[in-house]
């Protein structure tokens, strides 16, 4: 394909104009710290029907499972305890006082007890560990509740060895430690459980020790760990507290948190993760496990907003099969479940919304969406409760998916471009990176040692470590490299502006990495590298099933793709390329370049 111009390149673009939303969650009976469970007439809903079916799904396939040994040591086994509580239970499953339930009951209540410590822990991935411990408790408790409400018969050997269980794992969640913010609630939340059941004041006393140190949330939403699987975790465990402790302000940060949230799901339950300080910032997730946070914050709070998002959960592909196979025992242990969702109030499909907390940016235009994001935490440090992504840019048209965009050079190992937060200048965002390395001169005397064993020190520019002292060396010879990324909504897509100056000649790479499953036109391969692609001019496009994204123009200086992570990541093999299909424009500094996406 010969090369053309950005204007002609933009005359294949499809016209749709840019909107801006403001629509924030919020309704007139949505009050603060209130939930009104009376005004809602008791009926039940359609989902509940669903419910029930998955359920017995699960439990057809537990009564196969449970008829072998328990050899392995998981949650799972909390939730299979409390599927077949529910399926016990429920008057409407087939499953319902069966009697062949309660072995498998016992079963796996006798399988935990042999596996708890002599502290009352467990040792799920982590040794002797009161957070997994909670975890687990969570579902177990809830299944103890139902059998109790429910006056279920030939009940007493699960009753007596759960309640062993229980009771030793509460008297080390009221000592135990913990290691992420999340846990905090997470333990506190199974102590609330436990206390409903086995009522004791050190149970409450452990709780409020916890909850004085306070629950952060930021004035957009994020809690401390930015993360989505966490989130849901902490809204779960604070609606947990709210509930049995009857305190209903432990719901104001889940209320915050799901207002938010809403605007981080894409079209298809898929959450944008970019900002996340946790695993989850470079991996693919669903918001499917929101649904019951919103489905009871719907109901509790009478609100519309929230019941749109439940509806639209219900529509996504694997709902039946993650959310409603695990739900019965909520819905048993907590009844206004049951109810109807309200009426509900639409939210916007068509929005841009700036999150100046984390520096991420959220366009919307009904199935076509797109994610700016420069909140790296600074310096860079490679490690769990840390925000590293590089990933800059995502767009999505339908079906067709850009994951990601990156820059990176090879400007002495420095890898990936993460920009020192985003402003905004008109309707453009802006990210800048400036890098600095230096050379090291001889110590002054008085810092020389006799031995020649100095410190060991983190260079100047943070890339690597060794024993030189480097804090007290003199610099010379400062190479800069200055990057800064233009990003501005245009003509239905987006136009990418890059400027990287300052040392001449370094190479610099863009990379897009598309979803896999989806086909290329109009690219350039090599066979050294026949994973990867090149546009070295012109335009190229990406299909998934009827949906296309058109991007360009390309350019190619220098086919080098070694090592574009850094030095703080290949120096020990290790690479944040991911699966995908991997497209490369490349040039040399100066380097001016708009590309454009569509």
């Known amino acids: 394909m010969k090369n053309i111009t950005r204007k002609t390149f933009m005359k294949q673009a499809i016209s749709l104009s840019s909107l801006l939303v403001s629509h924030p969650f919020q309704s007139k009976s949505n009050i603060i710290g209130s939930v009104n469970t009376d005004a809602l007439p008791f009926q039940e809903s359609d989902i509940y029907i669903r419910v029930v079916a998955a359920n017995t799904k699960e439990v ?49 209540m006798r399988f935990l007890l042999k596996e708890q410590s002599a502290d009352g822990t467990l040792n799920l991935g982590n040794f002797e560990s009161a957070p997994d411990t909670a975890f687990i408790l969570e579902p177990i408790c809830a299944a103890i509740s139902i059998l109790e409400k429910n006056k279920a018969t030939l009940f007493d050997e699960v009753k007596n060895l759960s309640k062993k269980f229980i009771l030793k794992a509460g008297d080390a969640l009221t000592v135990g430690g913990i290691h992420t913010p999340n846990h905090r609630w997470v333990v506190s939340a199974a102590l609330s459980q436990i206390n409903a059941l086995y009522p004791n ?54 209320r915050k948190n799901l207002s938010m949230l809403y605007y981080y799901i894409e079209p298809n339950g898929d959450v944008v993760t970019t900002d996340s300080r946790r695993q989850d910032q470079f991996m693919e997730n669903k918001a499917l496990k929101f649904y019951m946070d919103y489905r009871y914050m719907a109901i509790a709070d009478k609100n519309g907003e929230y019941a749109d998002v439940a509806l639209m959960l219900e529509n996504i592909k694997g709902f039946d099969e993650e959310v ?45 969406t797109a994610t700016i994001f420069g909140g790296t935490d600074l310096p860079l440090v490679i490690a769990s409760g840390r925000s590293t992504s590089p990933n800059l840019f995502a767009f999505r048209k339908g079906e067709a998916i850009l994951k990601y965009l990156r820059l990176s050079s090879d400007f002495f190992s420095t890898g990936y471009f993460r920009s020192k937060g985003i402003v905004k ?143 703080i990541y290949t120096s020990h093999f290790g690479s944040l390329r991911t699966p995908g299909i991997h497209v490369y424009l490349t040039g040399k500094t100066p380097f001016r370049h708009i590309l454009t996406v569509i």
């Open 60 to 108: 057809n396939k537990l009564t196969l499972v449970l008829s072998k040994d328990i050899t392995d040591l998981s949650r799972s086994l909390g939730f299979d305890f409390a599927n077949l509580a529910a399926a016990y239970s429920e008057p409407t499953s087939k499953y319902y006082q069966q009697a062949d339930l309660i072995p498998l009951m016992v079963k796996i």
């Open 201 to 254: 004041p050190k149970y409450v006393r452990r709780i409020d020790e916890w909850l004085s140190e306070n629950i952060f949330i930021d004035t957009e939403g994020h809690y401390l760990e930015r993360s989505m699987i966490y989130s849901q975790v902490i809204d779960r465990s604070l609606i947990t507290m709210s509930r049995l402790l009857k305190r209903p302000k432990l719901l104001e940060p889940v």
């Open 324 to 368: 409603l196979s695990q739900s019965l025992f909520w819905f048993l242990e907590e009844p206004m479940l049951k109810k109807q969702l309200p009426a509900i109030r639409p939210l916007p499909t068509r929005f841009e919304k700036f999150f100046k907390e984390t520096n991420l940016v959220r366009f919307r235009r009904d199935s076509q």
């Open 425 to 567: 200048e008109g309707n453009a965002y802006v990210l800048q990176q400036t890098l600095k390395v230096p050379y090291y001169q001889p110590l002054p005397a008085d810092k020389k040692r006799k031995d020649g064993n100095y410190k060991l020190s983190p260079s100047v520019d943070g890339r690597f470590w060794n024993k030189m002292d480097f804090g007290n060396r003199p610099l010379s010879n400062v190479k800069t490299l200055e990057s800064k990324i233009i990003i501005q909504e245009k003509n239905g897509g987006f136009e990418l502006t890059f400027d990287i100056t300052g040392t001449d000649d370094v190479n610099v790479t863009i990379e897009l990495c598309f979803k896999e499953g989806g086909s290329l036109s109009d690219m350039k391969t090599f066979d050294e590298l026949p994973d990867n692609f090149f546009l070295d001019k012109g335009i190229g496009t990406y299909q998934f099933g009827k949906d296309t994204i058109i991007f360009g123009n390309g350019a190619m200086t220098h086919h080098r793709l070694r090592a574009i992570d850094g030095e």
